[in-house]
Each structure stands twice: as C-alpha cells, then as structure tokens.
C-alpha cells in the first residue's frame, strides 16, 4: 500500500476523516505523540491497527473524542470523579479509565468491561474526529516496542507501507503518551505517568491518588498489570539502553572508566563537551518537561547513529519526572547502574 504523508489542512483534514469513516487507519497528530487512528465502534477497523502496529491483542487502546458529550456514547456511565477531572484536564493529556458502553466493541478494550477515554486538546485531532463524527480508537502510531513518533516523519517511517494516510501536525509538543487513570475501581489509580502529574489529579479529585505498582517497578513474573501496556519491554531503540544513577561527576566517571565501541551517552543540554562520549542531548537538566519533549526522539536518534549501546542519566521519580522516568525505564528494560 502507498503511504500518503499531507500537512495538515483542510485537504488532508477531509481525506482522514474519509478514511476513517470507511473503516480505514490514519495516522494523525496529538499534543501527546502521534497515533494510529480507527473507527473505535467499528472492530474490523480497529483490528487494521493492532495489524499495522504488530501490536499485541491483550493490549487495549485509547478512544478519543473532541466533545464532553460524546462521553456518555462510549461508556456505560461518567462516574463524578471522571467529570471533575475532565473539567480539569480536558482537552489535554489525560485518559481516564471508565466502564465501557455496548459501542464500543471487545476488540478496542481487549476484552476489559472497561475503555480508556481522552479528549485531545491538538487542533488537528479534534478537527478530525469532528470530521468524521466518530470516537477514534488510536494507540500510538509506532510500530510496537519501538519509542513513540513525536513527529510526522518518526511515523511514517515505522508506518510506511502499512497505512494509507499520515496526516503531519508537526512535532507534539509534550512529548510522551498521556497520563492514564482509572475511576472505574473502588480507588483513582495512577496506571501511566505523564505530563499531568499524580499531584495535579489529586488537587482536582480532592482525594489521594494510588499509584499502580508497574509504573515504578517491574512486573514479577506471573503477575498481572492493571493495566496491559505496561508489562513490555517497550519504547526501545535497538541499541541497549542502561540507565545510570548517580550525579553527573560520578556519571562522568562511569562512562571514562568504561570505555566501548558504538556507545553514545545521553546529556542534558550543556554537558555536550564535558562527556568523554559522543553526546546526545535529551532537554535540560532542571525542566522535566523538555527531558519528555526530547526523550522519544534521542532514544531513535540513537538508532539512526547506529549506537550499540545508550547512557542515560537517571531521571528523578516525582512530579512530571515520573513519565520520563517511567519509559526510560522500559526503554532500559530495567536496566540500572547505581552509581
Ligand atoms: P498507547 O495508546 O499505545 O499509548 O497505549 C494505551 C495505554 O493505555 C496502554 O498502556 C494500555 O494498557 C492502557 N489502557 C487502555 N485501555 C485500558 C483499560 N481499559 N484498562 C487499563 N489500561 C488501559
Ligand atoms: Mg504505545
């Protein structure tokens, strides 16, 4: 198939939505990264993504909708807490876990009574799903395990051949995937860290935020996650990745004293030249939310120099630092050096 890539406007606006209506994928800007989008309420077509991402079936996808009234068509009901959330941080990076509507088929939840729900605030997303009159089913548009596409080009490369539209919205301006939360339990549980962080959910809910132990750690084996995507080795570039905890001195000093070919350490913005490796930059030291901006794109720039092995400094675990640290983790296969 031949993989069209259009810029966004009213052309590649009307030709998604086209598409998408005719239970085809489109791969489609966010704030967040870019994603792989279907008609959610239609399973051959949601199906189509889980094909092209090679991703696997246990793994549900996010559905997103551009009006607080198209809400109450994907779920069975809109808990209190869902609404002061949304009114909080909607349009914007939060999924919301609730129990799903008789809509929304299997195929998009993976068989869970639940769906996860957002409401994108990039124009471009919400000019399209406006369009075709359709909640989107749309995971992140890489192929699965490899770091998500922040831009147009990320995606077209991992998806070239196997959709029939990219629609390109430029670079996502935060850079990793939503934060993801469920009120579908007894408790609000953190399932995924990201730009909106535990605290800020907490302020607008009025109560306290448990945090799902497989964002911190790993699964133990035979354990199962509350919420699947965050059991893989996942957001890895073919190079290895080892995570390296210690300040930048004794940072310094691990990569002098371990010399190797083909490895590329990871900086912040200012340590270029003061690294006795090749140096590539990932956002500023004391700003979280450049380090998510950069994260996905260094971690495939490193497969574009053809590193064989990538250091990286150990993010904090608090606040936004907790999304960053979170895929880097995965990325790492959990792969940490106390220094
Ligand atoms: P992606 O869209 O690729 O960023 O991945 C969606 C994330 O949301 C994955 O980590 C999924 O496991 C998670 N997710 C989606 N739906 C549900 C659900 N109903 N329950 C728990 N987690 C979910
Ligand atoms: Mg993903």
Not at 16 to 34: C, D, F, M, N, S
Not at 120 to 126: E, I, K
Request: net charge negative; hydrophobic share 40%; aromatic share 6%.
């Amino acid at each position: 198939m031949e993989t069209k890539l259009l810029s966004a406007g009213p052309q590649a606006i009307e030709e998604a939505a086209r598409l998408l209506r005719a239970g085809e994928i489109v791969g489609i800007p966010t704030e967040t990264v870019y994603g792989l989008a279907a008609d959610a309420t239609n399973s051959a077509a949601v199906k189509k993504i889980f094909e092209a991402k090679g991703r696997p079936q246990d793994n549900p996808l996010i559905v997103h909708i551009s009006r607080l009234e198209e809400l109450s068509e994907v779920v069975r009901e809109v808990p209190p807490q869902a609404l002061r959330l949304a009114e909080a941080y909607w349009p914007g990076p939060l999924t919301i876990i609730m129990k799903k509507s008789a809509a929304i088929p299997a195929e998009t939840c993976a068989g869970l009574d639940t769906v996860a729900v957002r409401m994108p605030s990039h124009p471009v997303a919400r000019e399209i799903i406006r369009a075709c009159g359709l909640p989107l089913a749309a995971p992140s548009a890489n192929l699965s395990g490899l770091p998500s596409p922040t831009t147009a080009q990320h995606t077209f490369r991992d998806l070239n051949g196997r959709v029939p539209l990219i629609v390109d919205g430029g670079p996502c301006a935060v850079g990793v995937e939503s934060t993801v939360i469920t009120v579908a339990g007894d408790h609000p549980t953190l399932l995924r860290p990201g730009y909106i962080t535990k605290e800020q959910l907490e302020s607008a809910l009025g109560e306290e935020v448990a945090l799902s132990s497989a964002i911190l750690n790993k699964l133990a084996d035979g354990e199962v996650a509350a919420s699947p995507g965050m059991k893989y080795k996942h957001y890895s570039p073919r190079a290895d990745v080892v995570i390296l905890k210690g300040d930048f001195d004794a940072y310094r000093r691990y990569l002098e004293s371990h010399p190797q070919e083909g490895a590329y350490a990871m900086c912040y913005e200012g340590e270029e030249n003061r690294l006795p490796l090749p140096c590539i930059p990932c956002g500023r030291a004391d700003d979280p939310a450049s380090q998510a901006h950069a994260l996905f794109a260094a971690l495939r720039q490193a497969d574009d120099l053809g590193a064989k092995i990538v250091y990286a400094h150990c993010p904090a675990q608090d606040g936004l630092s907790m999304a960053v640290y979170n895929r880097l983790i995965r990325a790492a296969a959990f792969q940490v050096i106390e220094l």
